[in-house]
């Protein structure tokens, strides 16, 4: 039984301001008093008022608290809803509670200066209420589509609005839906894949804990388009809150008809399913996920036949990364000029990144593609942390170029990223500031994969193995030249030999690391 | 308690007795006590129909599914790059140094269990790390060993309040 709710303001300044780690607090201190069936909590409102942020709303009796510390959302979890006393040196004045918190606030894609098409919702609406979401123009985009469009006509749209997958690689996504929609074979399926489990990226876990129900409606419009009628979210064994929300918005959806049989009178039915993963980084992969679906151990399977082929049960898949998903309603609602308007000619639209590391703030940034990684450090970011200088980011996870000064100026697009020998990937931007060991970066990284591979392939099992071990005898000042010219053969060996994109891509720091700051791998080598 | 078989047939139902939902059953099952025995995994052979071999093949790919006894409290320290970079090397040692133990083990009381964990997208306040359910941000060295304090101030706590009850319960029949 839920008896109260706790929001949390989610907007980029409470987020800047710690508001993640005091809801992190929050849920913790709940757990530690046996709470948490009873008490749930979301992020939501804005607040016009920025001196009281981050709050934390209290309901049924909507106290307002602000601005809280991790500390104090402790406090008022064991005041307020323990033991059931108001927590009064933390409320907010009553004439700010009264007239600035507005729960459905007004839309704003001004707030830091963002173009927020993917997270324009996410921390102004309840994630609970599927009423917020259609009062935000929800579900409006698949009426329309039921209504006036083919499925045809939804495809074309998507083909046009050139929108391109951000799981990583940047595939043209009506491209893989016309793949699937060509199939002689009329089961079809449609995956999303919400794995996410590469290192410093967490943007679909908050478009989905933000805004759930864009994500179905992108499914279901993925599912009109390709003939499917029944959609699979493939989602990381850890994400426990993000799982619980989905279930509940897709429960909502069904209810009001714009999920399951017949959606809103027409002959399309749309069925969703969650399915949890149990922690495994290669089930990101969109083979070893299918495998894993299907409850097996999350292996790759050789490609061709790719899923748009033989995916889920051997049947033709479209399988697509929760930010594609997210960006399908808006396409469709608005057009594919609209959508080619914004971010660059070869890279429509917007990318959401998530900025880490030595930065002054740390979270979610959604701008337009093309957006140089200068700009997203020193506006979104405010900068490198206390005043030091830019040494080096690391753009797209664990499995990401280490990019050094010169390459802050590139418009970043999935092309003139790849241009560059780097990659976008899932959007993680780890800015390192002039006091980072990059020979103790590329070792935590190779740990990573050495952990995460999956074993399938000896190329990818023992050379992570082996690369950690040189880089372990580099970090300790133990290794000779010879051992820095074996890491350079194996990272390339293990790059050209193995069976998928794990391997591939695990020596990229190494390789890439040693082309811009071979000199600090040659400071460490034994006299 | 439930026991293992009733456990297994419980979770079993929840999600139908369907191969496609053994990693599913798996991961939930593994959270009623921490980890799985061959006890359960046999239980799940037999009502998925699936060989034992498979059920144990998949079991042991995943890192939430668990095939040995775990502490009463697992810590799973997050050691990717992007908790790395903002201090994460110090907290790990102040970890193995609080705990007396290394990481991937379990103390001698069977208290603690110390692990480690690939990234859970709480790099915006990293240093990271996860108590049972529980997520930590921003650990410092001192704030890692606060939170360690709290737990054991708790079990204490939980320890004589189940004394006291004991006492009581005897001085009733008295
Ligand atoms: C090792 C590895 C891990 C991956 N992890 C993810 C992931 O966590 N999420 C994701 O959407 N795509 C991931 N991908 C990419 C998927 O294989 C696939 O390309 C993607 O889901 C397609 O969706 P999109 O076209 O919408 O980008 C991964 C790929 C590799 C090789
Ligand atoms: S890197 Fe530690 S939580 Fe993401």
């Given at each position: 039984m839920i008896r109260s709710t706790i929001l949390v303001s989610g907007d980029p300044i409470s987020l800047s301001r710690g508001a993640e780690e005091t809801k992190l607090a929050i849920e913790a201190e709940l757990s530690f008093y046996g709470l948490e069936d009873e008490v749930q909590v979301g992020y939501t409102g804005r607040v016009?008022?920025?001196?009281?942020?981050?709050v934390v709303v209290v309901y049924p009796e909507g106290t307002v608290y602000g601005p809280v510390t991790p500390r104090d959302g402790s406090e008022i979890v064991e005041e307020?809803?323990?033991?059931?006393?108001?927590?009064d040196h933390l409320t907010v004045a009553a004439e700010i509670a009264a007239a600035e918190?507005?729960?459905?606030?007004e839309l704003s894609?001004?707030?830091?200066g963002q173009k927020r098409i993917?997270?324009?919702?996410a921390g102004l609406?309840?994630?609970?209420s599927i009423d917020d979401y259609i009062a935000e123009d929800g579900y409006f985009a698949l009426a329309t589509a039921l209504t006036d469009m083919t499925p045809d006509d939804v495809l074309q749209t998507v083909k046009n609005s050139n929108l391109q997958g951000?799981?990583?690689?940047?595939?043209?996504t009506g491209l893989k839906w016309s793949f699937v929609a060509q199939q002689a074979e009329p089961t079809r399926y449609i995956v999303c894949n919400?794995?996410?489990?590469?290192?410093?990226?967490f943007k679909d876990r908050l478009i989905i804990e933000g805004d759930p129900h864009s994500v179905l409606e992108g499914m279901a419009l993925s599912g009109y388009a390709v003939g499917a009628h029944e959609g699979w979210i493939y989602i990381r064994g850890e994400y426990v809150m993000a799982r619980d929300i989905l279930n509940r918005a897709i429960a909502q959806a069904e209810e009001m008809n714009l999920?399951?049989?017949?959606i809103l009178g027409s002959d399309f039915s749309f069925h969703i399913h969650v399915h949890a993963g149990?922690?495994?980084?290669?089930?990101?992969e969109e083979t070893a996920l299918l495998n894993s679906l299907e409850g097996q151990r999350g292996i790759p399977r050789i490609r061709p036949p790719y899923p748009t082929v033989?995916?889920?049960?051997?049947m033709p898949t479209v399988v697509n990364n929760v930010e594609t998903l997210a960006n399908v309603a808006p396409i469709v609602l608005n057009g594919a000029d609209w959508f080619r308007a914004?971010?660059?000619?070869?890279s429509p639209g917007t990318k959401v990144y998530t900025m880490l590391g030595d930065v002054n703030i740390t979270g979610l940034v959604e701008t337009?593609?093309?957006?140089t990684l200068r700009e997203i450090i020193d506006i979104?970011?405010?900068?490198?942390?206390?005043g030091k200088a830019f040494k080096a980011a690391q753009t797209?996870?664990?499995?990401g170029t280490i990019i050094p000064?010169?390459?802050?100026?590139v418009p970043m697009d999935f092309a003139s990223m790849q241009e560059k020998g780097a990659g976008l990937g899932s959007g993680a931007l780890l800015v390192c500031d002039e006091d980072t060991d990059i020979v103790d970066l590329a070792y935590v990284l190779v740990r990573f994969f050495m952990t995460e591979?999956?074993?399938?392939?000896?190329p990818c099992r023992v050379g992570n193995v082996q690369m950690l071990e040189s880089l372990e005898r580099l970090r300790k000042g133990m290794a000779r030249r010879s051992d820095l010219e074996r890491l350079e053969e194996i990272a390339d060996f293990v790059q050209q030999s193995s069976f998928c994109g794990l391997g591939q891509a695990a020596p990229v720091p190494i390789l890439t690391g040693l082309r811009y700051f071979r000199d600090e791998f040659e400071a460490r080598l034994r006299a | 308690m439930e026991d293992v078989i009733a456990a297994t047939n419980r979770i079993i139902d929840k999600y139908g007795?369907?191969?496609?939902s053994l990693v599913e059953i798996l991961r939930e099952l593994n959270d009623v006590g921490g980890y799985l025995t061959t006890e359960h995994l046999a239980q799940a052979a037999k009502r998925l129909r699936v060989p034992e071999s498979k059920v144990a093949s998949v079991a042991s790919f995943?890192?939430?599914?668990?095939l040995e006894p775990m502490g009463r409290h697992v810590i799973r320290f997050c050691q990717d790059a992007p908790c790395h970079v903002v201090g994460g090397r110090e907290v790990w040692e102040a970890l193995e140094h609080e705990l007396g133990i290394p990481f991937g083990e379990t103390t001698l009381d069977g208290e603690w269990s110390l692990m480690t964990t690939s990234?859970?997208?709480?790099?915006a306040v990293g240093p990271v790390m996860m108590v049972d359910e529980d997520i930590y941000g921003n650990l410092t060295p001192e704030r890692a060993r606060e939170i360690i304090a709290r737990y054991r101030t708790a079990s204490r706590q939980a320890a004589q309040s189940a004394e006291r009850a004991g006492f009581a319960a005897q001085g009733g029949q008295e």
């Amino acid at each position: 039984m839920i008896r109260s709710t706790i929001l949390v303001s989610g907007d980029p300044i409470s987020l800047s301001r710690g508001a993640e780690e005091t809801k992190l607090a929050i849920e913790a201190e709940l757990s530690f008093y046996g709470l948490e069936d009873e008490v749930q909590v979301g992020y939501t409102g804005r607040v016009n008022r920025t001196d009281v942020l981050p709050v934390v709303v209290v309901y049924p009796e909507g106290t307002v608290y602000g601005p809280v510390t991790p500390r104090d959302g402790s406090e008022i979890v064991e005041e307020h809803l323990y033991k059931g006393r108001v927590v009064d040196h933390l409320t907010v004045a009553a004439e700010i509670a009264a007239a600035e918190i507005d729960t459905l606030g007004e839309l704003s894609d001004t707030l830091y200066g963002q173009k927020r098409i993917v997270l324009r919702r996410a921390g102004l609406i309840d994630p609970y209420s599927i009423d917020d979401y259609i009062a935000e123009d929800g579900y409006f985009a698949l009426a329309t589509a039921l209504t006036d469009m083919t499925p045809d006509d939804v495809l074309q749209t998507v083909k046009n609005s050139n929108l391109q997958g951000r799981g990583g690689a940047g595939f043209p996504t009506g491209l893989k839906w016309s793949f699937v929609a060509q199939q002689a074979e009329p089961t079809r399926y449609i995956v999303c894949n919400a794995d996410e489990s590469e290192p410093g990226t967490f943007k679909d876990r908050l478009i989905i804990e933000g805004d759930p129900h864009s994500v179905l409606e992108g499914m279901a419009l993925s599912g009109y388009a390709v003939g499917a009628h029944e959609g699979w979210i493939y989602i990381r064994g850890e994400y426990v809150m993000a799982r619980d929300i989905l279930n509940r918005a897709i429960a909502q959806a069904e209810e009001m008809n714009l999920l399951g049989d017949g959606i809103l009178g027409s002959d399309f039915s749309f069925h969703i399913h969650v399915h949890a993963g149990a922690g495994a980084y290669i089930c990101g992969e969109e083979t070893a996920l299918l495998n894993s679906l299907e409850g097996q151990r999350g292996i790759p399977r050789i490609r061709p036949p790719y899923p748009t082929v033989s995916g889920f049960r051997g049947m033709p898949t479209v399988v697509n990364n929760v930010e594609t998903l997210a960006n399908v309603a808006p396409i469709v609602l608005n057009g594919a000029d609209w959508f080619r308007a914004i971010g660059t000619n070869r890279s429509p639209g917007t990318k959401v990144y998530t900025m880490l590391g030595d930065v002054n703030i740390t979270g979610l940034v959604e701008t337009p593609m093309g957006t140089t990684l200068r700009e997203i450090i020193d506006i979104y970011g405010g900068g490198v942390k206390d005043g030091k200088a830019f040494k080096a980011a690391q753009t797209g996870g664990s499995s990401g170029t280490i990019i050094p000064a010169d390459l802050l100026d590139v418009p970043m697009d999935f092309a003139s990223m790849q241009e560059k020998g780097a990659g976008l990937g899932s959007g993680a931007l780890l800015v390192c500031d002039e006091d980072t060991d990059i020979v103790d970066l590329a070792y935590v990284l190779v740990r990573f994969f050495m952990t995460e591979s999956c074993g399938k392939c000896t190329p990818c099992r023992v050379g992570n193995v082996q690369m950690l071990e040189s880089l372990e005898r580099l970090r300790k000042g133990m290794a000779r030249r010879s051992d820095l010219e074996r890491l350079e053969e194996i990272a390339d060996f293990v790059q050209q030999s193995s069976f998928c994109g794990l391997g591939q891509a695990a020596p990229v720091p190494i390789l890439t690391g040693l082309r811009y700051f071979r000199d600090e791998f040659e400071a460490r080598l034994r006299a | 308690m439930e026991d293992v078989i009733a456990a297994t047939n419980r979770i079993i139902d929840k999600y139908g007795a369907n191969s496609e939902s053994l990693v599913e059953i798996l991961r939930e099952l593994n959270d009623v006590g921490g980890y799985l025995t061959t006890e359960h995994l046999a239980q799940a052979a037999k009502r998925l129909r699936v060989p034992e071999s498979k059920v144990a093949s998949v079991a042991s790919f995943y890192s939430l599914i668990s095939l040995e006894p775990m502490g009463r409290h697992v810590i799973r320290f997050c050691q990717d790059a992007p908790c790395h970079v903002v201090g994460g090397r110090e907290v790990w040692e102040a970890l193995e140094h609080e705990l007396g133990i290394p990481f991937g083990e379990t103390t001698l009381d069977g208290e603690w269990s110390l692990m480690t964990t690939s990234c859970i997208g709480a790099c915006a306040v990293g240093p990271v790390m996860m108590v049972d359910e529980d997520i930590y941000g921003n650990l410092t060295p001192e704030r890692a060993r606060e939170i360690i304090a709290r737990y054991r101030t708790a079990s204490r706590q939980a320890a004589q309040s189940a004394e006291r009850a004991g006492f009581a319960a005897q001085g009733g029949q008295e």
